[in-house]
């Protein structure tokens, strides 16, 4: 191999690598055979989709824990995929037939769906091939699809179990309906979001005489669709009224007042409408009361024949005309704004509508009690644990699942309706005929959230409903890292399916992230124009860098406003390293991939390896604690403060005396160590190093390092302050770092030792006189560290006479500063009346002022 490049070019590294890690099959489980079980399967991105921040947190995350017990030994198995993302990969289609003045039911439903698989094909591994891009290390030998054969088999297999078990059911229900998308969607694909409304009050007459009742609403088309008013029975302004009917107005149909007690007596003015086809809670008084429900909304939100004169117009046209109408008839008694919160639909945004249509559920209950238990009695954790709190909150809420879609491209539903008998049959394999004997057979035109097959990802991937090898071994898996965004869509339903499927926890540990936001702290967006983009980071930066970025930003659960100066700082440890390793690259001969730490090293080289023991064993402790940023901000400071900055200046002096042989096997060993650690984040540039520092085999397929301790010599920390000492007296003057000074050193307990001569030289550019006392006379500045003194003349370095009057100015603004805190300090009233903060600077104040003070007045005693 020839000479290193002299400058880090991460696009030159980063092309190669990811090729030969697959080829040597180091991403697969068998590269450790006889190796525990680890297991993460990856969270499916949309295959409609780009690589995002998000995704490339997650998944730098991800692949940090997968690298990591990869080397320690495990049969790592990070499983690969992606989501057939029902709604979006259908929009996008859409948006291609209408470019081409095309909807899909021109062209039908089969030859849609065969449009879709071909869009797939064409455009499908763009973020297979960006995860590449990144170097996360995937086993694509068992790369999964949503609606792949095996998943598709194991979606219906779910679903005619659970209708089995009755657990599936097909009802009239309320659900969200999106007019755009065309398709019901469960509660957590709405948004909610704030918005300035109306709140409409009307008049509806008694049928049977004087008199009226008043209601309030936010969507004043809806009364087109009223069947009751509803009241509280502890209401005692509707005492009376409770049984009597009024008219409603525009429709003229007569409907009655009802006492129930969801309603709120506080809101408006204690009597609603009651409108069982456009509301939750009013279908529930229906169920109730027996009232009936009218549909005054299709499916395109305009008004159907039942609004009368009203059929045919937009929601929003209607809302403007009844009104109106209602004005006209003396029915609206008027108008006020009203900010309230309303739905959209998380795909298109479109505001929902409440719609009572025929859909599938998934009856929650039976599901949620054991997914709760798991996680209380501490089988599952969240980490952090906080989110368990949400967890538990969401769980013991939940509606049951609306999991119909009216959409084409998904997992369709396995049931089929006999024409001839009206049997339902649902069925893993499409049935050839009914019971009664008729073959005309139709099936529901509906498919299935997308979710829901989402869901079984964590054992459906392995294989299952087959009892396959890899879902014997890798089931369950050992960890879920996630955004906190997902927990309610997926984690939620991952544990419900696990549970009841395998009988087993999907997984122990389920660990959060927070979202990538922008550097205000907004929300990362395209319509902000604030979106960073990972594949035009990795272009200008590297891969490397921004996953380093990345990992030293995540603390668990809490939001990263991301910096893309913090990727360009990334790069430039890249650099560093780079630097190290070449200029260490001459002396080494032969590092091992593990083992050959020195038996009995020299002092410098005990200190670098007591170090790094002591820094391995912090590291892991926080990386077992999936602490990420905090391990890995340590090891960084680590590398640069302790190896580059003190180490590879120290190693210079050995290395070039006659004898570099433990020096060298030292500096090889603390670098390839640092390699590996670094590995699990920064893959690419770890690689290619290693290729040069111990040039056998790849470290993406080697060990974990496991250095031996060692004892550093006992006055280390005193000659390293005392060489910072020196440095900043040097700086504090404006003198060169190798202006000759005279210093003497003062070691009454005699810590001092052979090897502080070569590299007080080496490393400060000074060569101590030993002293028994501290130098008599004038003109000298200390620097002390523990019981050892360094005494520094000032003489032809500075005017003593000058520089004593500047300390001296300087001590007594310093005191004069220390007074008035320490007398502000003294008075009870500000101690007692001033907010605590105000109060503990004050406090911070004086200390600092004291530390100075005293600093200064041991200068002018040292200067005489």
């Known amino acids: 191999m020839g000479p290193m490049e002299s400058a880090y070019d991460p696009q030159r590294v980063e092309q190669h690598w990811y090729g030969r890690w697959e080829s040597a099959g180091v ?77 899909r039911h021109d062209l039908g439903r089969e030859a849609f769906i065969e449009q879709v698989w071909q869009w797939k094909a064409r455009s499908g591994g763009r973020i297979t091939e960006q995860i590449r891009r990144l170097g996360y290390s995937c086993d694509w030998s068992r ?25 599936i059911y097909r009802g009239n229900r309320i659900i969200n309906w999106c007019p755009r998308c065309h398709t019901a969607l469960s509660d957590i694909e709405v948004e909610y979001e704030d918005e300035q409304g109306e709140l409409a009050h009307l008049r509806y007459p008694f049928t049977d005489g004087d008199g009226y009742v008043e209601v309030a609403t936010t969507r004043v088309e809806t009364m087109l669709g009223d069947t009751a008013v509803a009241v509280h029975p502890d209401d005692e302004r509707y005492a009376g009224m ?14 009655p007042i009802v006492a129930d007690e969801v309603v709120d007596p506080e809101f408006g003015t204690g009597a609603v409408k009651v409108t069982p086809a456009h509301d939750p809670n009013d279908f529930d008084i229906a169920e109730r009361h027996g009232l009936e429900a009218v549909v005054m909304l299709d499916e395109h939100a305009a008004v159907t024949a039942a609004g009368g004169r009203f059929e045919g117009m937009d929601r929003y046209e209607a809302r403007r005309a009844v009104k109106a109408a209602l004005e006209e008839e003396g029915a609206l008694v008027g108008v006020e704004a009203y900010a309230h919160s309303v739905g959209h639909c998380y795909r298109c945004k479109t505001v929902i509508e409440p719609y009572l249509s025929d859909q599938w559920f998934v009856k929650v209950a039976p599901l949620v009690a054991p997914a709760v238990e798991v996680v209380r009695s501490g089988e599952m954790r969240f980490v952090p644990g906080r989110w368990a709190n949400n967890y538990y909150h969401w769980m013991e809420n939940l509606r049951d699942w609306t999991i119909s879609r009216q959409i084409w491209w998904g997992h369709r539903i396995p049931a089929w309706t006999c024409a001839a008998c009206g049997e339902v049959i649902v069925a893993i394999d499409d049935p050839e005929a009914c019971g009664c004997g008729s073959t005309d057979l139709a099936q529901d035109p509906d498919v299935l959230d997308t979710w829901f097959s989402s869901a079984l990802w964590p054992f459906s991937t392995l294989g299952w409903p087959d009892r396959t090898p890899d879902l014997e071994r890798y089931y369950p898996n050992s960890v879920m890292v996630t955004g906190y965004d997902i927990i309610y869509f997926w984690v939620a339903r991952m ?58 930003a995540a603390s668990p659960g809490q939001d990263v406003p991301f910096r893309a100066d913090t990727v360009d700082a990334a790069r430039r440890f890249g650099n560093k390293l780079w630097n190290a390793v070449r200029f260490a690259l001459p002396h080494l001969d032969g590092v091992p991939a593990a083992g050959g730490y020195p038996e009995h090293p020299g002092p410098e080289n005990r200190w670098i390896l007591s170090r790094l023991h002591d820094l391995m064993a912090e590291f892991d402790a926080m990386l077992d604690e999936y602490r990420f940023s905090d391990a890995y901000g340590l090891l960084y400071s680590f590398a640069w403060s302790e190896v580059f ?28 160590d640092l390699l590996k650690a670094f590995h699990p984040v920064i893959p690419y540039l770890t690689e290619e190093l290693w290729s040069e520092v111990v040039g056998e085999g790849l470290l993406a397929g080697d060990s974990w390092p496991e250095p031996p301790a060692y004892e550093a010599p006992a006055g280390f920390e005193t000659f390293r302050d005392l060489v910072v000492g020196v440095r900043r007296f040097r700086a504090e003057h404006g003198l060169a770092p190798r202006h000759p000074l005279d210093v003497a050193l003062v070691d009454p307990d005699g810590i ?49 006479d000058a520089e004593r009057q500047r300390l001296q100015k300087a ?34 104040k004086a200390e600092e002022l004291g530390g100075r003070l005293a600093k200064l007045r041991a200068q002018l005693e040292d200067l005489g």
Request: proline share 7%; no cysteine; aromatic share 6%.
């Open 495 to 552: 544990i419900k399916m696990g549970l009841h499927f395998m009988g087993e926890i999907p997984y122990p540990d389920v660990v959060i992230h927070g979202l990538i936001r922008a550097e205000d702290g907004r929300k990362m967006s395209k319509s902000l124009g604030n979106a960073a983009d990972p594949l035009d980071l990795v272009a200008e930066h590297g891969a490397d860098a921004l996953r380093l970025a990345l990992i030293q």
């Open 143 to 167: 790369e999964r699809f949503t609606m792949d054969e095996g998943l598709s088999r194991a979606v219906r297999t779910v679903f005619v179990r659970l209708y089995e078990e009755g657990l």
């Open 752 to 800: 001092g030792e052979p090897w502080w001569g070569p590299q007080f030289e080496a490393l400060a550019s000074v060569a101590p006189a030993e002293a028994a006392d501290a130098p008599q006379g004038e003109g000298f500045t200390r620097v002390v560290a523990g019981s050892v003194q360094a005494f520094i003349s000032m003489e032809g370095i500075v005017d003593v």
């Open 27 to 103: 991403f697969r489980p068998e590269h450790h055979p006889d190796g525990d079980p680890f297991t993460i399967v990856i969270p499916p991105p949309n295959v409609t989709g780009s690589l995002h921040m998000g995704h490339a947190l997650d998944m730098a995350i991800q692949d940090l824990l997968i690298r990591r017990k990869r080397m320690q030994g495990y049969a790592a198995l990070w499983v690969p995929g992606t989501d057939h993302a029902g709604i979006a990969t259908q929009n996008v289609v859409e948006r291609e037939l209408a470019a081409e003045g095309l909807s």
């Open 242 to 255: 409770v049984g009597r009917t009024v008219t409603l107005p525009l429709v003229g149909r007569e409907i």
């Open 811 to 844: 001590a007594d603004e310093a005191a004069g500063l220390l007074a008035a805190s320490e007398k502000k300090l003294a008075n009870p009233q500000f101690v007692e009346r001033a907010p605590d903060a105000v109060v503990a600077k004050e406090r911070a």
């Open 645 to 672: 900055d003190w180490y590879l200046e120290m190693a210079k002096t050995p290395l070039r005396s006659d004898d570099p042989a433990e020096t060298a096997a030292t500096l090889g060993v603390v670098l390839r």
